[in-house]
């Protein structure tokens, strides 16, 4: 697995407020998506109602949780990894109890017990609010095991904790599974079906993110262009919906626009994209409101319409080629980024040069690449043979690698001599003399901390860049402030 830029942290431990009267303590990770961050926020909220705080300190605690992936291979072997580790921890501190939580948790199931000693407790991604009950049977000296998915949990009347925050930018989910059935992919068997949360829910915690000086949200679901409230209930069940209810319906563009009508100060993003729900009244309210980040990430996964089709994804080459023509046509100065996988089983080297020209037709600002993992259960596990040897997969890896961190810096060059709108989020990892932010297309600016302070909108004049970042100087506040 590749990438061009750092994902968010993986397996970064969590800081939480912490409540005087709990004894208990509680060390949770998180691999894999926002969503599992997202998700362990939730999590934390659950448990600090039970007596839980958090701990840094993977010896103290008296519960361990890991919140895991299974996207690919290399994700389920870091967590098993990590088994290993709280296996060692387990000898100086024998009373620890071990949870898996997440997708890992969904796929394995009860094979996780027996598999893994160490674990005490298997609770699947729509589960966790029966974790004090699990709780309760693992105190008692008994496995707790809950995945069941649901059609309705989307955790709207949990207010999460926020961990490890830099109190300026938050993730607020907006819509749980996913119904694409891409053939590659295990999320829809790990994460269920899709349910869009009540907008009331979502607006009272925007007021509350609000209320705390939050500047900027990320709207976040595996597929939020498909976001569609009528009253609770999946997706795919809308057309069962009473007139009524498809009457009130609240969609996604709707959605955007009324969070960022309500709140003109605050900064809009939201992932992920999937291309065949991308509509146009969404595009208009991006290019509409300023306060709408002119970024979309629009994975394709390949540019051959043939491995598209094996992927059961829902467009041609050329109807993405047409939407990105469409994106670029309505909001001029819009960032997007892709995500690719190589190897996928049958593909030819026409398929790949297909991909690489997909990329320059597009001209990614950045993008997450992927060699081809096959995951059991998956139709294509099921029906297709994993038939490119890793060798091939990896150089097609390395050449879309190369190809993207070109077009990146033709990218951020295109930024250079520019003032672009900076908000500040957090001391720069290179430097502590300047700030580092990101700017409406998502791409890194740094620049001379001076009298400005995180939180702050700034127009930071770009005079030089790398493929990743920009580098430059502020002339003062935006209108945003
Ligand atoms: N819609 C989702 C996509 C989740 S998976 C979202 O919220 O982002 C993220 C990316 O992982 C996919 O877009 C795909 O590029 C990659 N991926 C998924 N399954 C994979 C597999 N079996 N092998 C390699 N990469 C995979
Ligand atoms: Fe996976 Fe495709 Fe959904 S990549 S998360 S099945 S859109």
Redesign the pocket.
């Known amino acids: 697995?590749e990438k061009i830029i750092e994902e968010s942290k993986q397996g970064e431990s969590l800081v939480l407020e912490q409540k005087p009267e709990n004894t208990k303590k509680l060390f949770i990770e998180s691999y894999g998506?926002?969503?599992n961050f997202s998700d362990s926020e939730i999590v934390a909220s659950i448990l600090h109602g039970q007596g839980y705080n958090t701990t840094q300190n993977l010896e103290d605690a008296d519960l361990v949780l890991v919140n895991t992936c299974s996207?690919?291979d290399k994700a389920e072997q870091t967590v098993r990894k990590r088994l290993e580790k709280y296996n060692a921890v387990k000898s100086i501190n024998p009373g620890m109890k071990v949870g898996v939580l997440g997708c890992m948790a969904e796929r394995l199931k009860a094979k996780f017990l027996e598999e893994e000693k160490i674990v005490d407790l298997v609770v699947g991604p729509d589960a966790y609010k029966d974790l004090p009950n699990l709780l309760a049977e693992v105190e008692e000296g008994r496995d707790a095991i809950n995945v069941i998915l649901s059609k309705e949990e989307t955790y709207g009347d949990i207010s999460p904790v926020r961990l490890n925050s830099n109190g300026v930018t938050a993730f607020v989910s907006i819509t749980r599974g996913?119904d694409?059935m891409?053939t590659?992919?295990?999320?829809p068997f790990t994460r269920g079906r899709e349910r869009s949360r009540d907008p009331q829910s979502i607006m009272d915690e925007i007021a509350d993110l609000h209320s705390k000086n939050f500047k900027e949200i990320t709207l976040?679901?595996?597929?939020v262009d498909s976001y569609l409230w009528y009253g609770g209930g999946l997706k795919k069940d809308y057309e069962k919906a009473t007139d009524m209810q498809k009457a009130t319906a609240v969609d996604f563009a709707q959605l955007l626009d009324m969070a960022a009508t309500t709140y003109p100060k605050m900064r809009f993003r939201f992932?992920?994209s999937?291309p065949q729900d991308m509509h146009d009244d969404v595009l208009y309210v991006i290019a509409k409101h300023h306060n709408v980040c002119k970024y979309i990430?629009l994975?394709v996964?390949s540019g051959s319409t043939r491995i598209l089709k094996e992927m059961n994804r829902q467009h041609t080459r050329e109807e993405y080629m047409a939407l990105i023509d469409k994106i670029r046509a309505i909001i001029p100065n819009c960032a997007i980024s892709q995500?690719?996988?190589t190897g996928?089983p049958t593909e030819t080297e026409q398929d790949h040069q297909d991909t690489l020209s997909l990329m320059q037709y597009v001209n990614y600002d950045y993008g997450?690449?992927?060699?081809?993992?096959?995951?059991p259960g998956?139709s294509?596990a099921r029906k297709l043979e994993d038939d490119i040897p890793e060798a091939t997969k990896k150089r097609r890896l390395a050449e879309i690698v190369a190809l993207q961190r070109q077009l990146s810096l033709n990218c951020t060059e295109a930024f250079v001599g520019q003032v672009v709108e900076v908000l500040i989020e957090k001391e720069s990892h290179r430097s502590d003399q300047h700030w580092s932010g990101r700017n409406s297309q998502n791409t890194v600016a740094v620049f001379p901390k001076e009298h400005y302070k995180p939180g702050d909108f700034v127009l930071v004049r770009i005079d030089s860049c790398t493929s990743a970042t920009l580098i430059g100087e502020a002339i003062g506040f935006s209108e945003m402030n």
């Open positions: 697995m998506c926002q969503m996207i690919r996913c694409n891409c590659f992919c295990v999320v976040l679901g595996q597929n992932s992920t999937n990430h994975p996964q995500d690719m996988i996928f997450f690449m992927f060699a081809y993992s096959e995951r998956t294509a």
